[in-house]
């Protein structure tokens, strides 16, 4: 028997009343804390160049510094999840407790880390606070908005491809400057999105009432089969994601190694590019979903960047520049599924529990990144970086799967 809460949905129809005064303001806003927030999320992993030659850390040990922040955040959003806490409290004041606690965390790891298990431990702790930063963000938006939830939370994922990719930026403009610096700058950016969010963002016309606690709502979102396929289908757009954002400067460096070796000194800025311009593919794949729907960008996503992993053992011999356009095409279509998954999962949730459902679909998917992150160097080692993300084809495949699946239920 179904569970009456599941079949609640955040449904859109033509008599939805217009935007709240004052929506776009505090989705702008929401924005710009979430890129500043989420500037902690690969601190770390833009200083391994540096911490692999002062430390001589292996590819694998040099992995583990991303795969902390990651199994932090799958910790985190398991407890925010549990406790309910995006729903039992005020989730602006979470996102701000959230915010500071990750900017103590990875200013610890500036200035305390001596080794690989230090820095180990302050990433998971500075994973674990990001649980209280994307989902939660993604649930402000949520309070806002009765209608055009997915082109809005492409802008918000936009701004958490940005802040993600910031660090790369910065050690490419700044090359002389320390990494403990460059880490420290994200602290100080992840504490002002955090104080951003509190100030000047209001609670939006459409929070629901604080939910009760219920632990076990953790599971039962996935008895609504909607929900089911939507978050199968962002686990296998998982599979691929952080494991190209993160690896990508391994792929790019054996082929510059091999091809163009000229233009290995802009491999940070080439990152930053890589996954800067997944904001434009989340923003355009949102715009779109207006007309088309969530589910069709999603699939038609999946499938360019599918078919980008399948195609990367070629495209590694190209000329430096056409193996970079190819890497941008990439980049667009890798991310630009993701705000459509987090909309559809808003839609085939409790109303009440968004905010729970969307941190645990979220934490699931990022322990599938765990997986892939480990296997790709693993893989590199025996076939060599130049065929190794074509392992990646399969989480696309089975997201788009299980798209197709979607349509053919009842959202009932």
């Known amino acids: 028997m179904s569970d009456p809460q599941l079949n609640q949905r955040n449904v859109t129809s033509a008599s939805d009343p217009p935007d709240a005064p004052g929506a776009n303001r505090a989705l702008t806003l929401v924005c710009i804390s979430v890129l500043l927030s989420s500037s902690t999320w690969f601190s770390g992993t833009a200083a391994v160049p540096i911490l692999r030659r002062q430390w001589r850390l292996t590819d694998a040990e040099s992995a583990w510094i991303t ?9 985190g959003t398991f407890l925010y999840s549990y406790l309910n806490l995006s729903d039992r409290f005020n989730a602006r004041r979470v996102f701000l407790v959230s915010a500071l606690l990750g900017a103590t965390f990875n200013g610890a790891f ?25 989902p939660v963000g993604m649930k402000i938006v949520a309070t806002w ?27 490419a403009v700044g090359t002389d400057l320390d990494w403990r610096a460059l880490v420290s700058l994200a602290s100080l950016s992840s504490a002002a999105g ?42 296998g757009h998982m599979w691929e994601l952080y494991a190209f954002w993160s690896l990508i400067t391994f792929y790019l460096g054996a082929s510059f190694r091999d091809h163009a070796e000229s233009w290995m000194d802009r491999l940070p800025l080439l990152a930053f590019l890589t996954i800067g311009i997944g904001a434009i593919g989340c923003a355009a794949g949102g715009w779109i979903s207006r007309w088309s729907g969530e589910a069709p960008v999603a699939i038609a ?79 590199a080692g025996v076939t060599g970086w130049r065929w190794a993300f074509m392992i990646l084809a399969a989480g696309p495949a089975a997201g788009a799967y299980f798209m197709s699946k979607l349509g053919s239920v009842s959202t009932v």
Request: with cysteine.
């Open 301 to 379: 996503s999946l499938a360019v960047s599918g078919t980008c992993c399948a195609l990367s053992g070629m495209a590694y011999s190209l000329p430096a520049a056409w193996m970079f356009a190819f890497i941008l095409i990439w980049g667009v279509f890798v991310v630009s599924d993701s705000p459509q998954f987090s909309a559809l999962a808003a839609r085939h949730c409790p109303a009440e529990y968004t905010g729970t459902a969307l941190t645990v679909q979220n934490g699931i998917g990022f322990a599938v990144t765990v997986i892939s992150i480990q296997v790709l160097p693993l893989a």
């Open 110 to 134: 500036a200035w305390f880390a001596s080794g690989l298990q230090s820095v180990v431990a302050l990433r998971f702790l500075t994973g674990l606070t990001l649980a209280g930063v994307y």
């Open 194 to 235: 955090g104080l951003l969010i509190q100030s000047a963002v209001k609670d939006g016309p459409y929070l629901r009432a604080r939910a009760r606690f219920d632990p076990a709502m953790l599971f039962k979102v996935f008895r609504h089969k909607p929900f089911r396929y939507t978050a199968l289908g962002y686990f």
């Open 67 to 75: 795969i902390a922040v990651q199994a932090g955040f799958i910790t």
């Open 145 to 171: 908005f009765r209608a055009g939830l997915g082109w809005r939370l492409g802008l918000l994922v936009g701004s958490l491809t940005l802040g993600t990719a910031s660090p790369y930026l910065i050690q």
